[in-house]
């Protein structure tokens, strides 16, 4: 098994101001998942883009994928009070997923 | 997506003895693993929870402190075995599919105190 490791560890912005998380990894994938936990809560599935794919959106979220430099970023436009949540983002392969320390994301209303 | 039910939600238990956590899942699924999150740090794989199998478990967690049941498609639980306060964290159950071709779903985790 492989984990991402996210960046930043801690983000702090302002309600309606967009977020930006990076990921990093170390092999081959066939996709790669972002998760959002809210606090003491499990994990909430956000999005999954395929190896094959360089970016994806779902509502207020836009994931890019880069496989030549294995790595992936999660924008997070026009945050929310209620986006603040650490967020995980977890390589795919053929084993089960692990995940790092996520990036701690605050946004103050 | 599956739906998870995990039970109990949060215990608070004595040094010494056990705690079996259960994850119930509204449809059959082929893969199942148990996670635990200690305060303020990321998720851990326990195991995966093999279906009318032993467990696979992962480095550092071994099947007498951990044992596993998973009698059927659609359930498994977890036992915490002679429990240390060290043992105090989150346990979250997830289930995934074949080649990963989807996100997992995860129960809303055990939160586990132990005194």
């Known amino acids: 098994s492989q984990q991402g490791e996210e960046d930043p560890q801690a983000l702090s912005i302002q309600e309606g101001e967009n977020a930006t998380m990076n990921c990093s990894y170390k092999t081959s994938i066939n996709n790669l998942q972002w998760y959002r936990q809210n606090s003491g809560r499990g994990l909430v599935h956000l999005i999954l883009i395929r190896s094959n794919e360089r970016e994806k959106h779902s509502g207020r979220l836009r994931v890019t994928l880069d496989t030549s430099k294995k790595s992936s970023s999660l924008l997070i436009t026009a945050s929310r009070a209620a986006d603040t949540a650490s967020y995980f983002c977890?390589?795919?392969?053929?084993?089960?997923?692990?995940f790092g320390k996520g990036t701690r994301l605050s946004v103050i209303a | 997506s599956a739906v998870i039910s995990q039970k109990p939600s949060r215990d608070i238990c004595q040094r010494g003895t056990s705690l079996t956590i259960q994850c119930q899942v509204d449809s059959q699924v082929t893969m199942m693993f148990w996670y635990r999150q200690q305060p303020g740090q990321s998720l851990t794989l326990i195991a995966t929870?093999?279906?009318?199998?032993?467990?696979?478990?992962e480095s550092g967690f071994v099947i007498d402190k951990f044992p596993i049941s998973r009698p059927n498609l659609t359930f498994s639980t977890l036992t915490v075995s002679n429990m240390s306060p060290e043992d105090s964290s989150i346990y979250l159950c997830?289930?995934?599919?074949?080649?990963?071709?989807?996100?997992?779903?995860f129960g809303s985790g055990t939160r586990l105190t132990v005194v």
């Open positions: 929870a093999n279906q009318g199998s032993e467990a696979t478990y």
């Open positions: 997830s289930v995934g599919t074949s080649g990963q071709s989807e996100g997992y779903t």
């Open positions: 977890a390589p795919s392969g053929n084993t089960p997923l692990v």
